[in-house]
């Protein structure tokens, strides 16, 4: 697993935690940083902070693109794991413009396989497939 997969699946723990106790991202982040040295350092990865902080800073955004493209599903009723999966292909689609389009597609779809279930790949697929064949008209 590469550096960047390995700091998705951080940012993506990080994300899905916040999301289940309703707290905010930025003080999840800060918490779990943990940099001394010794067995219990967890230090957060560089690009883990900036997907985590991305997905914070425009979350109202990235979950009105996903009300709009996630056609027939409620945010409420969405699986906590798709909704943060969802949320971190769409940041890496419209603000992370080092990442292709693709390897942001295919590593949600390597995330929503491993954690959640073969129909929410295809759907994840889908959703993220739709917005980045927008993205160019979409405002950000």
């Known amino acids: 697993m590469s550096a960047r997969s390995k700091s998705r699946k951080q940012a993506l723990d990080l994300l899905f935690e916040c999301d289940i106790r309703g707290t905010n991202a ?3 982040l800060n918490l779990r940083d943990v940099v001394e040295e010794g067995p219990d350092a967890r230090p957060i990865r560089e690009y883990t902070r900036k997907l985590v ?3 914070n800073d425009n979350s109202r955004k990235i979950d009105e693109l996903i009300m709009t493209y996630a056609q027939g599903w409620d945010m409420d009723r969405l699986p906590n794991v798709d909704r943060n999966i969802l949320r ?5 689609i419209l603000w992370e413009s080092e990442i292709p389009d693709g390897v942001a597609i295919d590593e949600a779809l390597d995330l929503a396989k491993a954690l959640s279930t073969d129909d929410s790949a295809q759907y994840i697929h889908g959703v993220l497939g739709r917005i980045a064949s927008l993205k160019t008209s979409i405002s950000i």
Do not use: F, H, K
């Not at 971190?88 to 890496?92: C, N, V």
């Open 88 to 92: 971190l292909g769409i940041y890496e």
């Open 26 to 28: 930025l003080e999840i």
């Open 53 to 55: 902080t991305g997905v």
